[in-house]
């Protein structure tokens, strides 16, 4: 019984409390209904029942049956309990499900319970504050995140108040779905600004943004003003047990992203500070299985007292209820054939069983649903479950043919589309697979963009709108990960691309490294870093690696070149005094003499060619010493400022050497 809600029974004298296996039913996190079956006040239940649970009185309450039934619609785990708002699509393909899909969210009850349970959990004992959900690529994390737990945990009020969900992306705090956006719609709510309006609280972005990086403990302060904003009013004298506020973070890898990396360190820090201070905040943080263990080796994340929450790939005869549950809340009611419902479940195998299945399940119902039903002929003209994908790709490059600014050959069409996939789109990840990335579509070539804009309208590449402080931009990313493996070509390029992305992901490990560390830590990555840079990738791949990581690896460069520089430049005068022994000895055979005070007497005239060799090697011996010099600067100088010194301090050092050469003579006195 433990994936059940408990009723608690109170008897006349006294209150005993069944409880699950002999134990309380809070050691469980289970709801509990106390149903009073004598002559029994609700007074005399115990304040830790009374204040935060519903009790049912029998049968001198009336309304008894109704406040039971409503009470446990309201904690309802199926699908069935919530309803899906108009308009919205009963399936939505490669894209996670959202807290509106509530309504047609299947095939995970038994995960909901244990997830709900868990939260309970960790809110009662009060010692372990943050659940991490981990699973594998193309489980559905996110959907159970946000279709399954939130809402629940929504309509669990007063006991739990939910932010907005986190994703970090790139800028888990400033970014369009980081936390100052979270906080921002959270205090701004109605009832929130009603409660809380005489307060000078933070609640623009800017305003939020600048309170965060002035106020390293200010999120606590901001917690118990919103609880207090949501605080139950007191019923019959009784003050209810103060909710608690839960903050959820989904993509939880993308907090290891280089670049949101400062972001991240600051949130984390900002999470600890808050969780060490404010007992009623609880932390949700899904992620991939793959990319738990490099969360843990950052420091700040290991500190979290933490629990995590292993959501199991989707059992296939769990299928048919992803298959057939969404029909069944849609009005009018959808038909799905029973055949239809066998082949898909007789395909639906392996890791990206579930995402291929909903992405099917998306074209099916997009071009037949206006005939009221899916059959399986509609299934085997698609293709089958693998059929779905190819009919999709098929179809962006049917129409890119179609236009204009896209060349009309198939081959031309797939290095187009690969210039845009890899890397700006893809990745490997810590444990050494390949991942999505989202990228800024500025990123993108722009010969690519029409062919993005295909794939956008077949759902295989998610476009959104960013607006931040520097100003609106798109930004784009694969539609789900399992086309990055379940895409024959697109998996063809990244295997053939795959030594690059692992050099590309390991220069990215050390710069962040490099960028966060300090002392021999950082020292070590730059010495690592500076046998990368080496590599033949910075000049093959030089358009697809980002600014700031060719110019850390230039920088790595530098001090090597300035080495260089020092070692040429010492070496000069003795290049000088054994070039003119051999000059004066080869001169010497035509009749050409050096005759002191710095003058030369000519006796004949085929010494003029080897007097002009001579001096093009000591000026292109010049050149090398400069450029080398140079080279070294650029990545320490940047700007038009950088530039002026540069040529400035070349041309300082040219000026040096030339007239160490007119000086040659009395400069000898030091040479052996």
């Known amino acids: 019984m433990r994936g059940c809600?408990?009723?608690?029974?109170?008897?006349?004298?006294?209150?005993?409390?069944?409880?699950?296996?002999?134990?309380?039913?809070?050691?469980?996190?289970?709801?509990?209904?106390?149903?009073?079956?004598?002559?029994?006040?609700?007074?005399?239940?115990?304040?830790?029942?009374?204040?935060?649970?519903?009790?049912?009185?029998?049968?001198?309450?009336?309304?008894?049956?109704?406040?039971?039934?409503?009470?446990?619609?309201?904690?309802?785990?199926?699908?069935?309990?919530?309803s899906l708002p108009p308009g919205r699509r009963p399936y939505p393909g490669l894209e996670p499900l959202t807290e509106e899909d509530a309504a047609i969210f299947f095939g995970r009850e038994a995960e909901v319970v244990r997830g709900l349970d868990r939260l309970r959990t960790l809110r009662d004992k009060g010692v372990e504050r943050v659940l991490v959900i981990l699973a594998a690529s193309g489980a559905g994390k996110?959907?159970?995140?946000?279709?399954?737990?939130?809402?629940?945990?929504?309509?669990?009020?007063?006991?739990?108040?939910?932010?907005?969900?986190?994703?970090?992306?790139?800028?888990?705090l400033t970014g369009k779905f980081g936390l100052v956006s979270a906080w921002e719609a959270a205090l701004n709510e109605e009832h929130v600004v009603r409660q809380s309006g005489g307060k000078n609280l933070p609640r623009s972005r800017a305003e939020l943004?600048?309170?965060?990086?002035?106020t390293p403990d200010g999120m606590a302060l901001l917690v118990r003003e919103l609880l207090q904003a949501c605080q139950?009013?007191?019923?019959?004298?009784?003050?209810?047990?103060?909710?608690?506020?839960?903050?959820?973070?989904?993509?939880?890898?993308?907090l290891l992203d280089l670049e949101g990396n400062l972001e991240a360190k600051t949130f984390l820090s900002l999470v600890e500070r808050t969780l060490a201070s404010e007992k009623r905040l609880l932390l949700v943080v899904a992620a991939r299985s793959d990319a738990f263990p490099a969360l843990q080796r950052m420091e700040t994340f290991a500190r979290l007292p933490q629990e995590t929450f292993q959501l199991p790939s989707m059992v296939e005869g769990s299928f048919h209820l992803v298959i057939e549950g969404p029909a069944s809340v849609i009005k009018p009611r959808l038909k799905i054939d029973p055949g239809l419902v066998q082949a898909l479940l007789e395909d639906a195998r392996g890791q990206d069983a579930l995402p291929l299945l909903a992405f099917t399940l998306e074209r099916l119902y997009r071009e037949h649903h206006l005939e009221g039903q899916l059959t399986l002929a509609h299934y085997e003209r698609l293709g089958r479950l693998k059929g779905a994908l190819d009919a999709a790709i098929n179809e962006v490059f049917s129409k890119a043919r179609e236009r204009r600014d896209l060349p009309s050959s198939r081959e031309a069409l797939e290095n187009l589309l690969r210039s845009a996939m890899i890397p700006h789109l893809c990745r490997i990840n810590e444990a050494d697979e390949f991942a999505r990335r989202v990228a800024r579509i500025d990123e993108i070539p722009p010969a690519t963009r029409p062919l993005i804009d295909l794939l956008v309208e077949q759902r295989l590449i998610v476009r959104d709108r960013r607006k931040e402080a520097r100003g609106e931009f798109d930004v784009i990313e694969v539609a789900h990960e399992a086309l990055l493996r379940e895409w024959p070509v697109l998996n063809g390029w990244l295997s053939e691309e795959r030594e690059f992305l692992i050099w590309q992901a390991d220069v990215e490990r050390l710069f962040r490294r490099w960028a966060t560390s300090r002392g021999h830590q950082r020292k070590v990555a730059f010495s690592s870093?500076?046998?990368?840079?080496?590599?033949?990738?910075?000049?093959?791949?030089?358009?697809?690696?980002?600014?700031?990581?060719?110019?850390?690896?230039?920088?790595?460069?530098?001090?090597?070149?300035?080495?260089?520089?020092?070692?040429?430049?010492?070496?000069?005068?003795?290049?000088?005094?054994?070039?003119f022994n051999f000059l004066d000895d080869l001169l010497?055979?035509?009749?050409?003499?050096?005759?002191?005070?710095?003058?030369?007497?000519?006796?004949?005239?085929?010494?003029?060619?080897?007097?002009?060799?001579?001096?093009?090697?000591?000026?292109?011996y010049l050149a090398v010493i400069v450029a080398t010099f140079a080279k070294a600067l650029?990545?320490?100088?940047?700007?038009?400022?950088?530039?002026?010194?540069?040529?400035?301090l070349s041309a300082l050092v040219c000026v040096l050497l030339l007239r160490l050469i007119f000086l040659f003579p009395a400069a000898m006195i030091f040479l052996p």
Request: charged share 25%; with cysteine.
């Open 5 to 82: 809600h408990r009723f608690d029974l109170a008897g006349l004298a006294s209150v005993a409390l069944v409880s699950c296996r002999g134990s309380n039913s809070q050691d469980f996190g289970k709801r509990v209904f106390p149903v009073l079956l004598a002559d029994v006040q609700v007074s005399d239940l115990p304040i830790e029942i009374r204040a935060d649970h519903q009790a049912i009185k029998f049968p001198k309450d009336p309304f008894a049956h109704e406040r039971l039934k409503e009470g446990l619609r309201r904690a309802g785990l199926d699908a069935s309990s919530f």
């Open 142 to 172: 996110s959907s159970f995140l946000r279709a399954g737990l939130i809402p629940r945990l929504r309509r669990d009020n007063p006991a739990f108040i939910t932010l907005p969900v986190v994703r970090p992306e790139r800028s888990v």
């Open 209 to 214: 943004a600048d309170y965060f990086a002035r």
């Open 232 to 254: 139950p009013r007191p019923v019959n004298g009784e003050t209810p047990i103060s909710p608690t506020l839960v903050l959820t973070v989904d993509q939880g890898e993308e």
């Open 529 to 579: 870093a500076r046998v990368l840079g080496d590599s033949h990738w910075l000049h093959r791949k030089r358009a697809d690696i980002g600014k700031e990581i060719r110019r850390f690896l230039e920088l790595t460069k530098s001090k090597k070149r300035l080495l260089g520089t020092i070692a040429l430049v010492a070496g000069f005068p003795f290049l000088l005094r054994a070039s």
């Open 588 to 620: 010497g055979l035509y009749g050409f003499a050096y005759a002191g005070d710095n003058s030369f007497e000519i006796r004949s005239f085929p010494t003029v060619p080897i007097i002009a060799g001579y001096s093009a090697a000591i000026l292109a």
């Open 634 to 648: 650029r990545p320490r100088l940047q700007g038009w400022i950088g530039a002026v010194s540069i040529v400035v």
